[in-house]
């Protein structure tokens, strides 16, 4: 650049020079007066739904056994020899399974319909065992009162020995008193399966027993239980048309009232006493 050129473009910039200081000090003194931006509001927080509630799951009711349902009896023969009206109850539907140990003296030659009982088979080669239901469909513990229509069938099983809540035979029951020295007790306790004209049919016996014979394993000859056996009667309490599942009678106050439980039988099997595992078994349906 010439000589004069550079002069003349510093006289240019002295000209200049005065606006430029002004403008930039006009600059900082905006930027200094300039208020602060407010911080950003945060954003509301976003409220998490709560979970669903978990299903409320109802266990069903365990199911009734010997002590429960001997229990329950009791309670409703006390009542009835008391001359109370009958403790209200909701067994109906409330699944049982109770065992009837029998056999606990040794074989007999007869046994009442209503328990279960063996005997031994030609030659002591086999053993048999037996059940045959009762009829109880004119007994007075069930008898239908005025107004009720009178029952169809009504199948009838003893709960024997009810002062026990075991369900096996009494440990000692070899060394005991041989059968037939000592009468038994008269029974007092039992289920009824009962069937009504419109009602089904299906599970009746009719008269025919529960039936099975044990046979040796082999060439091992068979040898008197340990324990007897026992029958298993499964399924659910019924009701009667009042509703309550329990019924009693008795010929008069001095007498203990025999009552009976309605039932649905679903299985009935036959069982070793000492070691539970299932001889033969019918199952409904």
Known sequence: MAPEDVNTARRTLSRFAPVTALALASLLLVQCERKPEPAPTP????ATPAPPP???V???????GRADILAALAQASAAYAAGEAPPADALAGRGFAVRLP??????????????AGWAWGPQQKTIKLSLTPADWAKSPSIAAPEGEAPWEAAEGFWIARPWMTAETCPAAFGSAAPAGE????????????VFDAEGSRFGRRNGRAYSFTVR????????????????LLEGRLGAFPDGRTIRCHAEGPDQ???CVAAVQLDRVAFED???GSVLSEWRKG
């Open 273 to 275: 006493g000492a070691s």
């Open 54 to 56: 978990k299903p409320v």
């Open 43 to 46: 954003a509301p927080p976003v």
């Open 216 to 231: 040796p394993s082999g060439e091992t000859p068979l040898t008197l239980p340990d324990r007897g056996y026992r029958v």
């Open 58 to 64: 109802v266990a069903p009711p365990p199911t009734l």
């Open 182 to 193: 000592a009468p038994a007790s008269p029974q007092t306790a039992g289920l009824v399966a």
């Open 256 to 258: 203990r009232p025999v």
């Open 102 to 115: 029998f056999g606990c003296g040794g074989p007999a030659s007869a046994v009442p319909e209503g328990l």
